[in-house]
């Protein structure tokens, strides 16, 4: 009886320790991404370039931006 709480307990720290690794990694991510929608998108072009590179990565950024912020 003892070994099976003690199995559950190591079994939630690992799924603690996993789930807080994944929520670190994905506000790293975010942080990036926001970095990254405040400057220009393609070097030498200002940030509201409207050529079709930029709002290509432009919409690319916001769309996963708005994924990883839906999965928080």
Known sequence: MFELILSFMAYDTVKTI???KDQKE?????EQ???RLNMPMTRNHTKH???RLCV???ERATQDFNTLLGDL
């Open 56 to 58: 290509n990565r432009r």
């Open 33 to 35: 991404l926001r970095l």
């Open 49 to 51: 370039c409207l050529c």
């Open 18 to 20: 996993n789930r807080n």
């Open 26 to 30: 994905k506000r790293k991510r975010l």
